[in-house]
């Protein structure tokens, strides 16, 4: 089945590879005298065709990258986003690489720029290899690979952000899209998972409300009830770990509120103009 879905999507791929290579955005090549890779080969499940170099450095942009994080390339070819992370961005990186020969080049690529020492390239497969530590994750895989890919990074933890080019997560929207000249890039941050039943109460423990929220990726909706009456969240949101909404307290207050995730438990603040009180949450 993964192979037939292969075929049907090269014509598709040699598209990309015949349009960025005619743009600004061509693709350099990045072997050596051992192994020098073709653009367009297949390899298992997919075929190679290497990120633009200027589309390397807008997704990990996107992304913040920097010296705080571990990026995750999933799918590393010839090294250039791991290398890139490193090298650019000053993070600490890793690249799953299926193909033992392109494996190797990444890890020469890496040596070559002097990043091997934040640069460690696998030879393995992205649906074995452990990558739960990423804060940062890479992706120019086909669709369907994507998908296989995503209950996993949506288990990761809340705040990760994951940068696919060209390709995106169907039904889960992207935060942000990055333009290319050829084609476009696409940012989720994996939202920490707020559905269900939360008790809110103030900083002596009083219980203040009840909230329940209904969600769907990064998508949230739901009613508070405050004093006996309920009313539905108003823009409600969550990203990362972070999620709030606003309501209308029982003088007709206009309250914000912040909400910090861990867990089963919450804590952050309710506002209301420059008044600002402390609250906690759990979630039954």
Known sequence: MMRHRLRSLVPVLVLAFAASGAGAQAV??????????????????????????AMVTAMLRAAKAGPDDFVADLGAGDGRIAIAAAKEFGARAMG??????????????????????????????????????????????????????????????????????????????????IKGSTFDAYLWIVPAQVAGRWSVAD????????????????????????GGKAQPLLGPFVSGREFGFSYLDLDGAFRAVRLTVDGNRAAGVSRLGEYEAKLTARRS
């Open 28 to 53: 350099k090549p990045h072997g050596d005298d051992i192994y020098m890779p073709q653009p367009g080969q297949v390899g298992k499940d997919v075929m190679w065709l290497g990120t633009p170099e």
């Open 96 to 177: 799953i690489e299926y193909e033992p020969k392109m494996a190797a080049l990444a890890q020469r690529n890496a040596e070559r720029e002097g990043v091997a020492d934040r640069v460690r390239i696998v030879h393995g497969d992205i649906f074995k290899e452990d990558f739960s530590r990423a804060s940062v994750v890479t992706l120019y895989l086909l669709p369907e690979l994507n998908l296989q890919l995503r209950p996993q990074i949506l288990a990761m933890k809340p705040g990760t952000r994951v940068v696919s080019y060209t390709f995106t997560m169907t039904d889960w929207e992207p935060d942000e899209t």
């Open 203 to 226: 900083d002596h423990g009083k219980d203040v409300a009840v909230v329940d929220i209904a969600q769907q990726f990064q998508k949230i909706g739901g009613t508070i009830l405050v």
